[in-house]
């Protein structure tokens, strides 16, 4: 079993920044790929970032430039590095783990555990 737990989440203006964070616990983290998801009221939960074991990274189109995925192992955490926010970006937003191979996973089935989220709200 693993704990995962986000935090980050808030209120912000449109061309703001806000980093998200999500603390793992319960299994060595260091070797398995991690992703953000997000849900937008009345949508369904769509990918917006993974990354490997070995820190290689991907997105979504609508958050490349602005997003940037990273993991710190010695902390068992990942982080969400999120600039330049806009209005469709409000979100609750979610971490994944994978524990398969540990390469980029993009859909929600590859993922085994998930957090509870992180309300991101982004106003114009």
């Known amino acids: 079993q693993m704990l995962l737990v986000e935090s980050g989440g808030g209120l912000v203006q449109a061309g703001d920044s806000l980093r998200l964070s999500c603390a793992a616990s319960?299994?060595?983290?260091?070797?398995?790929?991690m992703g953000w998801f997000r849900q937008a009221p009345g949508k369904e939960r769509e990918f917006v970032a993974a990354?490997?074991?070995?820190?290689?990274?991907y997105y979504t189109d609508s958050v490349k430039g602005r997003f940037t995925i990273s993991r710190d192992s010695a902390k068992n955490t990942v982080y969400l590095q999120m600039n330049s926010l806009k209005p469709e970006d409000t979100a609750v937003y979610y971490c994944?783990?994978?524990?398969?191979?540990?390469?980029?996973?993009?859909?929600?089935?590859?993922?085994?555990?998930w957090g509870q989220g992180t309300q991101v709200t982004v106003s114009s």
């Open positions: 319960g299994r060595t983290f260091s070797s398995y790929a």
């Open positions: 990354i490997s074991w070995n820190s290689n990274t």
């Open positions: 994944a783990v994978s524990v398969g191979n540990g390469g980029i996973r993009r859909q929600e089935y590859e993922y085994d555990y």
